[in-house]
């Protein structure tokens, strides 16, 4: 059993699989209190459901690619069972998780969209560096930047301590940091990163949930 925030079909809005058409299954409950959390809804309540009804309500949508998030999905014992049987069941299977709790639980098919807390998040302190040893090629890696400190502690990071690979992603902070400033940031140094919005915020500016 899992307790369910929301499941909803939308358009991926961030990752390199931004713009393709997904499920969402958002689970409830979350380890962190970050700053700029802009899903703090999930981080308590939720439906309990089996995942036999999740798949059930899953397969009411015309897409094959399945995004696990939250709240914070692996702070739930099942989701890794969850993820492995949506894989067994041909979904094509993304997990985003904020890097303080083991990724190693989730099977090796599952895309892990790993975000790393950057300092303004005030988070960053409960990061489990030793995730890093487990990223591969199909991962994926997200700074959300709130400002120059961030930037430079996430270029730090890519620069000294990233493994080779999985692609990296930066965001601004919705709101807060315009994202042509984090821009000029990474073309002043060249810096071979990702420059993510959030599609979402864009299409659909008013609604918080649902997309």
Not at 21 to 40: E, I, K, Q
Not at 157 to 178: H, T, W
Request: a negative charge; glycine letters at 8%; proline letters at 6%.
């Amino acid at each position: 059993m899992l307790r369910v925030s929301e499941i909803f079909f939308s358009l991926q809005g961030e990752s390199t699989f931004a713009g393709l058409p997904c499920v969402f299954v958002r689970l409830a409950g979350c380890n962190l209190d970050c700053s700029y959390c802009d899903t703090l809804y999930a981080r308590e309540g939720g439906e309990t459901l089996s995942r036999e009804t999740i798949f059930s309500r899953l397969e009411e949508y015309p897409s094959r690619l399945i995004e696990i998030t939250g709240g914070e999905p692996l702070f739930q014992e099942e989701t890794p069972a969850l993820a492995a049987e949506l894989a067994d069941r041909g979904w094509e299977v993304l997990v985003e998780t904020n890097g303080s709790l083991d990724i190693s639980v989730l099977d090796p098919r599952v895309v892990r969209v790993m975000d790393l807390k950057c300092p303004s998040s005030g988070e960053t302190e409960k990061m489990r560096w030793e995730n890093l040893d487990h990223l591969t090629p199909r991962d994926e890696v997200k700074f959300v930047v709130d400002g120059r400190e961030d930037y430079l502690w996430a270029k730090g990071v890519v620069e000294e301590r990233l493994p080779a690979g999985p692609a990296v992603l930066f965001s601004p902070a919705a709101g807060s940091l315009p994202p042509s400033g984090l821009a000029a940031w990474i073309l002043e140094d060249g810096l071979a990163v990702r420059l993510q919005i959030q599609l979402q915020k864009i299409i659909w500016p008013e609604e918080e949930r649902g997309v």
